[in-house]
């Protein structure tokens, strides 16, 4: 059986075990809860909610229209930290299909990034209704949109594959990850503008991919006008690198997996 | 059997090695290693085992707890790596194990057959079709539509053999499968299994129950620890292992070479 491919869409058989993966796994996390996957959507706008009171009432950033300059990251935040924080576990979690079973490995990793796309649609819908209430570029917005998807996508895969394989051959690096996670949010442009950063600090901002996707989610909605381009670029960049180095490392290990999980 | 028949899976030298304490990480292997010079203790779960499966073969492999048996299976279907040695398969190759630990508990009967049929290769839209055949086979009754958490040991079973019997593979390595089902499920498995090698398939069957490896094999494997003892006809090699065990009975429980883990 040839599992050559990481595309999903290439080959049916992935997509479909992919697919039903996800929904299976979605199904497990919620059983028995009322709102469903409407959580993982709900979890963002709750923290929005503090993160505007904090800082702005409280602390007062004075950046203009900040719920919706804090929420159009906070979602693609939100789908980054779940999907690596569960696809990190996931070969653990999911030890009987490595052990019992053999199937493409990498289907159990890319399920969990699919298995949080719901969310994401949710949370992005969301932002464009809060958008449309504030009289935001909600339509420049969503021509951008589809670049920002697919490189965020991109992105996701790469560092929740690099994830998953670091924690079954390092345990250790689960804990680490959510230390990282924390970092990479107060660290990126999330909570502020990158014109608030020290201009010494800026080229670091730059090559933090998670920058340039923030930009693509967030510049043509509130000021209507295209991502600058260095952060862009340097995402989309960075998000292929680190896939093409998260299949590779992958691929060079799956076979031994049942040895560490 | 001619010497034309298509050969397919071919084991040769295999040797699978674990570490007597389990998985660990390289990173604290290698720190044990800069800390004292002794290395870990390993166990040979296979040693130089070579093995053919022919188009056509119902091969039983018998041995005592921890003889290799599941390794064996499990180096076949490729979920383990050997530590040497080479495998060599030519066609689908599953391996299933009791237990039914691929499923889902939360999804229903019906949900998990699509999802393991997936797992064994076959698209969703190709196992919508044969689902029909795929429920009566199972035989669940109003189950079917039940999560498989209410499911017991046996229906487990049934519904993993199911699925199985429906997704034109070419080689079954179960793995005490059957163990958990009824009488009539076991005879009637039996029977499929006998019509699936005839029709060019080939099963591996690991069981403890003697008389469901003289029912459903035609040739078995007798490993212990590790190693191969007897290949033959069935009844030849079971002649000889129950003798072996009656007589090894009293001292077998002191022998320390066993391999520790059940599910390996």
Same mark, same amino acid.
């Given at each position: 059986?040839?599992?050559?491919?990481?595309?999903?869409?290439?080959?049916?058989?992935?997509?479909?075990?992919?697919?039903?993966?996800?929904?299976?796994?979605?199904?497990?996390?919620?059983?028995?809860?009322?709102?469903?996957?409407?959580?993982?959507?709900?979890?963002?706008?709750?923290?929005?909610?503090?993160?505007?009171?904090?800082?702005?009432?409280?602390?007062?950033?004075?950046?203009?229209?900040?719920?919706?300059?804090?929420?159009?990251?906070?979602?693609?935040?939100?789908?980054?930290?779940?999907?690596?924080?569960?696809?990190?576990?996931?070969?653990?979690?999911?030890?009987?299909?490595?052990?019992?079973?053999?199937?493409?490995?990498?289907?159990? %990793?890319?399920?969990?990034?699919?298995?949080?796309?719901?969310?994401?649609?949710?949370?992005?819908?969301?932002?464009?209704?809060?958008?449309?209430?504030?009289?935001?570029?909600?339509?420049?917005?969503?021509?951008?949109?589809?670049?920002?998807?697919?490189?965020?996508?991109?992105?996701?895969?790469?560092?929740?594959?690099?994830?998953?394989?670091?924690?079954?051959?390092?345990?250790?690096?689960?804990?680490?990850?959510?230390?990282?996670?924390?970092?990479?949010?107060?660290?990126?442009?999330?909570?502020?503008?990158?014109?608030?950063?020290?201009?010494?600090?800026?080229?670091?901002?730059?090559?933090?991919?998670?920058?340039?996707?923030?930009?693509?989610?967030?510049?043509?909605?509130?000021?209507?006008?295209?991502?600058?381009?260095?952060?862009?670029?340097?995402?989309?960049?960075?998000?292929?690198?680190?896939?093409?180095?998260?299949?590779?490392?992958?691929?060079?290990?799956?076979?031994?997996?049942?040895?560490?999980? | 059997?001619?010497?034309?028949?298509?050969?397919?899976?071919?084991?040769?030298? %295999?040797?699978?090695?674990?570490?007597?304490?389990?998985?660990?990480?390289?990173?604290?292997?290698?720190?044990?290693?800069?800390?004292?010079?002794?290395?870990?203790?390993?166990?040979?779960?296979?040693?130089?085992?070579?093995?053919?499966?022919?188009?056509?073969?119902?091969?039983?492999?018998?041995?005592?707890?921890?003889?290799?048996?599941?390794?064996?299976?499990?180096?076949?279907?490729?979920?383990?790596?050997?530590?040497?040695?080479?495998?060599?398969?030519?066609?689908?190759?599953?391996?299933?194990?009791?237990?039914?630990?691929?499923?889902?508990?939360?999804?229903?009967?019906?949900?998990?057959?699509?999802?393991?049929?997936?797992?064994?290769?076959?698209?969703?839209?190709?196992?919508?079709?044969?689902?029909?055949? %795929?429920?009566?086979?199972?035989?669940?009754?109003?189950?079917?539509?039940?999560?498989?958490?209410?499911?017991?040991?046996?229906?487990?079973?049934?519904?993993?053999?199911?699925?199985?019997?429906?997704?034109?593979?070419?080689?079954?390595?179960?793995?005490?499968?059957?163990?958990?089902?009824?009488?009539?499920?076991?005879?009637?498995?039996?029977?499929?299994?006998?019509?699936?090698?005839?029709?060019?398939?080939?099963?591996?069957?690991?069981?403890?129950?003697?008389?469901?490896?003289?029912?459903?094999?035609?040739?078995?494997?007798?490993?212990?620890?590790?190693?191969?003892?007897?290949?033959?006809?069935?009844?030849?090699?079971?002649?000889?292992?129950?003798?072996?065990?009656?007589?090894?009975?009293?001292?077998?429980?002191?022998?320390?070479?066993?391999?520790?883990?059940?599910?390996?």
């Amino acid at each position: 059986m040839g599992y050559e491919t990481l595309v999903v869409g290439a080959n049916g058989r992935l997509r479909d075990l992919v697919l039903n993966l996800a929904h299976a796994e979605l199904r497990s996390r919620f059983r028995a809860t009322t709102l469903g996957v409407t959580w993982s959507a709900l979890n963002p706008v709750l923290t929005a909610v503090v993160l505007y009171i904090v800082f702005g009432r409280v602390v007062r950033l004075g950046v203009e229209n900040y719920p919706l300059f804090v929420l159009v990251a906070l979602v693609p935040w939100g789908f980054l930290s779940g999907a690596a924080t569960q696809g990190a576990g996931a070969l653990l979690r999911h030890r009987a299909l490595v052990q019992q079973i053999r199937i493409p490995r990498e289907a159990i %990793v890319l399920a969990v990034v699919v298995a949080n796309v719901p969310a994401l649609a949710i949370g992005l819908a969301l932002v464009a209704g809060l958008g449309w209430v504030q009289d935001a570029s909600v339509d420049v917005w969503l021509g951008w949109l589809p670049l920002a998807i697919a490189t965020q996508l991109v992105f996701v895969t790469g560092v929740t594959l690099l994830a998953a394989v670091a924690t079954t051959l390092f345990r250790d690096v689960e804990h680490l990850l959510a230390v990282g996670l924390r970092a990479g949010f107060f660290l990126s442009p999330n909570l502020y503008p990158v014109d608030r950063v020290p201009e010494a600090w800026r080229p670091l901002y730059v090559l933090n991919p998670v920058s340039g996707i923030v930009e693509l989610y967030r510049a043509p909605l509130l000021a209507g006008e295209p991502p600058e381009l260095a952060y862009a670029a340097s995402a989309i960049l960075f998000s292929t690198a680190l896939l093409l180095a998260g299949a590779w490392l992958f691929r060079r290990y799956e076979a031994d997996f049942d040895d560490f999980v | 059997m001619t010497s034309s028949d298509r050969v397919l899976l071919r084991a040769e030298a %295999v040797t699978k090695r674990y570490r007597r304490d389990g998985p660990t990480s390289p990173l604290v292997q290698l720190s044990r290693g800069l800390g004292r010079a002794a290395p870990p203790a390993m166990v040979d779960a296979l040693q130089e085992i070579s093995l053919q499966v022919t188009a056509g073969d119902r091969l039983g492999l018998i041995g005592t707890n921890g003889a290799g048996k599941s390794t064996l299976l499990k180096v076949l279907a490729r979920i383990a790596r050997p530590t040497q040695g080479v495998v060599q398969r030519d066609g689908r190759v599953a391996y299933l194990a009791a237990g039914g630990g691929p499923l889902f508990l939360a999804l229903r009967g019906r949900e998990n057959a699509i999802l393991l049929a997936n797992m064994l290769g076959l698209p969703s839209r190709e196992m919508h079709r044969r689902l029909g055949d %795929v429920e009566a086979r199972a035989d669940l009754g109003a189950a079917w539509n039940a999560p498989v958490s209410t499911y017991s040991a046996g229906q487990v079973a049934r519904l993993t053999m199911a699925v199985a019997l429906c997704c034109e593979l070419d080689v079954l390595l179960l793995d005490e499968t059957l163990a958990a089902g009824d009488l009539g499920f076991r005879a009637r498995v039996s029977r499929e299994l006998a019509s699936f090698t005839q029709a060019g398939g080939a099963v591996v069957l690991v069981s403890h129950s003697v008389d469901l490896i003289r029912a459903a094999c035609t040739r078995t494997l007798w490993l212990e620890a590790g190693r191969a003892v007897r290949d033959g006809r069935t009844e030849e090699v079971l002649r000889d292992y129950e003798a072996a065990q009656s007589h090894d009975a009293p001292h077998r429980a002191s022998s320390g070479d066993a391999v520790p883990s059940a599910d390996r």
